[in-house]
């Protein structure tokens, strides 16, 4: 066929473009290249569950944003409808859920699974640990998502990042906390290795979903609770009833929250849906850090200045204490699971290079020009 005429069938139609891509040597249209076959017919409607209240501020609104994304960059080929905490099956069930296939994605935190999986806790936050920089900058960039990967596939599950909370604050008090003996026998909603933490230093920790935070407050069920930090706090209205607001957040530095996909039904997956997922949960994790730390500074000046919240700083004798049984938690988690051993190692290996990387940059920066710039930092 001479190219003039080749052409010509094309523009014409007598010529079908799969039938030039195999002259060509290509593939045709819908057949395997790499991956699970792209069908551009075929559509996936998926339920995710969450721990988060339904429609929670940030959260659970991250959730919804994540669903539209991932419905609008497949040209509507997955549509996921979200479910907040107990709409479908109570919060703290849905790894099991979605494991099992009985749902197909799930979000939350790591360290709410440490009873089934405590190395997943390094995944979430440590205390006097990293920040939420650094933390992103080891699960994306310094070999974190591959132990984790490795470690929710022996769960059917894959793991996504999906957002980090920031620095948090201390929590909510009705009494002061003026030295160590104020926290023996302190119930307080706080999870992870903070939880475990606080038990050390004689308090016990008690793990409840958000949604019941208020009353259980309210009603004397726990004696302290920490929940994320002021834009989050104003909203559940804690400073209605408790006095004490502290800061800083030792026991979560920078929170990493996470989706959680079932593996095998995500294994089927077109190659390019997985690919839109991934970039969803990308997304969203940016998005997630900046609305916190936007949403905090206008909503802590609201705490203190109209409804007068005071607040106070955890004495250094305490955290210095906290730090020392931080450390004990950890020697003794590791020396019991092999599996924490390795993903602590990583973890700790990477915050020192980090740490000495933020000690001449962030470090110095706010406290020899910003401070000066401001004013901001005494």
């Excluded at 994790?285 to 700083?313: C, G, P, T």
């Excluded at 906290?322 to 450390?327: E, G, H, M, N, P």
């Excluded at 988690?333 to 700790?348: E, L, M, N």
Aim: glycine share 12%; aromatic share 12%.
């Amino acid at each position: 066929m001479k190219r003039k005429d080749f052409f010509k069938g094309l523009a014409f139609g007598t010529l079908s473009l799969p039938l030039v891509i195999r002259g060509l040597g290509g593939k045709s249209v819908g057949q395997r290249q790499s991956g699970a076959y792209i069908n551009t017919t075929k559509t996936y409607e998926w339920d995710m569950v969450t721990t988060w209240p339904p429609n929670f501020p940030v959260l659970g609104e991250g959730c919804n944003l994540l669903a539209r994304w991932v419905e609008e960059m497949s040209g509507g080929r997955m549509k996921i409808k979200v479910y907040g905490g107990g709409e479908l099956v109570p919060a703290l069930e849905a790894f099991d859920t979605v494991r099992s296939g009985a749902a197909q994605i799930g979000c939350g935190a790591a360290y709410y699974w440490a009873g089934k999986i405590p190395a997943a806790q390094f995944f979430a936050s440590v205390p006097f640990g990293m920040n939420a920089q650094q933390l992103n900058a080891w699960i994306v960039g310094g070999g974190g998502l591959r132990l984790w990967e490795e470690i929710y596939a022996e769960f059917n599950l894959v793991p996504m990042v999906g957002g980090n909370t920031g620095v948090q604050m201390g929590g909510w008090f009705n009494r002061e906390i003026n030295s160590l003996e104020d926290l023996k026998g302190l119930k307080m909603r706080i999870p992870g290795l903070g939880g475990k933490v606080l038990e050390r230093a004689g308090g016990s920790s008690v793990l409840i979903p958000g949604g019941e935070l208020f009353t259980a407050l309210e009603r004397g069920v726990i004696d302290a609770t920490e929940w994320i930090g002021p834009y989050h706090d104003y909203k559940m209205g804690f400073h209605q009833i408790a006095e004490y607001y502290y800061a800083p957040g030792w026991h979560e530095p920078g929170t990493a929250l996470e989706f959680f996909v079932n593996k095998t039904l995500y294994d089927e997956l077109p190659v390019d849906l997985q690919q839109i997922i991934q970039s969803a949960a990308a997304k969203l994790n940016n998005w997630m850090l900046s609305e916190f730390e936007a949403k905090n500074a206008i909503y802590l000046d609201k705490l203190i200045q109209e409804e007068h919240v005071k607040l106070r700083f955890f004495k250094q004798e305490i955290l210095d204490k906290l730090r020392d049984y931080t450390a004990e938690t950890l020697e003794e988690i590791t020396a019991s699971d092999p599996i924490s051993r390795k993903v602590y190692d990583s973890y700790q290996s990477f915050r020192k290079k980090a740490g000495f990387w933020s000690s001449i940059s962030e470090e110095r920066y706010f406290s020899q020009i910003q401070e000066k710039q401001t004013g901001v930092i005494n």
